[in-house]
């Protein structure tokens, strides 16, 4: 099983930047593909990144495509992304997922995560 406990988010102004980040307990992190997922006000949850057990494959979301980048350091059980250029349309929740499953496929969806954080929100001003 994986705890997960996310922290970097705030209040920012549009057009700036913060880091997100999520520790994880548990010896066995580098099994889990990771991702990072959001939930505005009166809306769904939303993939937003996502990256591999070894970090060898992203993905993103088309509307971060080229403002966020996800990263992972197996040796500190930690993933993180960096959120540049932030728009007011980035307001949300931001949850970190873990899951055992294989395939891209499977971490750009909420239902095939198989843990979550409880979220830090990310608020962007105009």
């Known amino acids: 099983q994986v705890q997960l406990v996310e922290s970097g988010g705030g209040l920012v102004q549009a057009g700036g930047s913060l880091r997100l980040s999520c520790a994880a307990s548990?010896?066995?992190?580098?099994?889990?593909?990771m991702g990072w997922f959001r939930q505005a006000a009166g809306k769904e949850r939303e993939f937003v990144a996502g990256?591999?057990?070894?970090?060898?494959?992203?993905r993103y979301a088309d509307s971060v495509k080229g403002r966020f980048t996800i990263s992972r350091d197996n040796a500190k059980n930690t993933v993180s992304v960096q959120m540049n250029s932030l728009e007011p349309e980035d307001t949300a929740v931001y949850y970190c997922?873990?899951?055992?499953?294989?395939?891209?496929?499977?971490?750009?969806?909420?239902?095939?995560?198989?843990?979550w954080g409880k979220g830090t929100l990310v608020t962007v001003s105009s």
């Open positions: 997922a873990a899951s055992l499953k294989w395939g891209s496929y499977y971490w750009t969806r909420t239902s095939y995560m198989d843990y």
């Open positions: 548990g010896r066995t992190f580098s099994s889990y593909a």
């Open positions: 990256i591999s057990y070894n970090g060898g494959n992203t």
